[in-house]
T-cell receptor
Framework: DTGVSQNPRHKITKRGQNVTFRCDPI?????LYWYRQTLGQGPEFLTY????????KSRLLSDRFSAERPKGSFSTLEIQRTEQGDSAMYLC???????????????FGPGTRLLVL | GENVEQHPSTLSVQEGDSAVIKCTYS??????FPWYKQELGKRPQLIID?????GEKKDQRIAVTLNKTAKHFSLHITETQPEDSAVYFC??????????????FGQGTELSVKP
């Protein structure tokens, strides 16, 4: 499968625990995005990377959330001291941004569904 | 701030009829507008997109129109089929090179096509 992959697909945790999700983008895609989607809503932007550099974080993103993309390939999203309000689908997307600009299509992964009890 | 409003939230049509979903964006610097289809339990998938230098784009039964002056864009699906049933999301993006490509999504429209 050459698409975006995410692991785990489902995660159940207790409030206060830390969780980490992984995203593997499409090979050679230089941009990687994290979104959060709650039931009945559209995806909400969290953060994004160009290669290994984290270029933007949502102002709504709590400092309990941290993301990394150490080698410019896969990325991890960690949530510390989880709260019930963190329950959501966490989506990853990747794209290829070209120097000349032009269309940059974001391809989404299947998501990690988090349930905080 | 950046915001995309999408209407209606639910839409039910008979097979063969047309469906129209409308979105309005707030950021006048937005220049790229994709539409994603999300089936239950699956990932969002791009179905069509339009850039701000184009007013209309078609791909078989699907078309998107853009009115930059009014800051709204619409998805049109003709000859709907039961497999078109899904949640559709519009999105907008301000794409300036090297300054981010985040998508701002609408709230979604749940389309139901009845056989």
């Amino acid at each position: 499968d050459t698409g975006v992959s995410q692991n785990p697909r489902h995660k159940i945790t207790k409030r206060g625990q830390n969780v980490t999700f992984r995203c593997d983008p499409i090979s050679e895609h230089n941009r990687l995005y994290w979104y959060r989607q709650t039931l009945g809503q559209g995806p909400e932007f969290l953060t994004y990377f160009q290669n290994e550099a984290q270029l933007e974080k949502s102002r709504l993103l709590s400092d309990r959330f941290s993301a990394e993309r150490p080698k410019g390939s896969f990325s991890t999203l960690e949530i510390q001291r989880t709260e019930q309000g963190d329950s959501a689908m966490y989506l990853c997307a990747s794209s290829l941004a070209r120097l000349a600009g032009g269309q940059e299509t974001q391809y989404f992964g299947p998501g990690t569904r988090l349930l905080v009890l | 701030g950046e915001n995309v409003e999408q209407h209606p939230s639910t839409l039910s049509v008979q097979e063969g009829d047309s469906a129209v979903i409308k979105c309005t964006y707030s950021d006048s610097a937005s220049n790229y507008f994709p539409w994603y289809k999300q089936e239950l339990g699956k990932r969002p998938q791009l179905i069509i997109d339009i850039r701000s230098n184009v007013g209309e784009k078609k791909d078989q039964r699907i078309a998107v129109t853009l009115n930059k002056t009014a800051k709204h864009f619409s998805l049109h699906i003709t000859e709907t089929q039961p497999e078109d049933s899904a949640v559709y999301f519009c999105a907008a993006r301000r794409a300036v090179y090297n300054q981010g490509g985040k998508l701002i999504f609408g709230q979604g429209t749940e389309l139901s096509v009845k056989p």
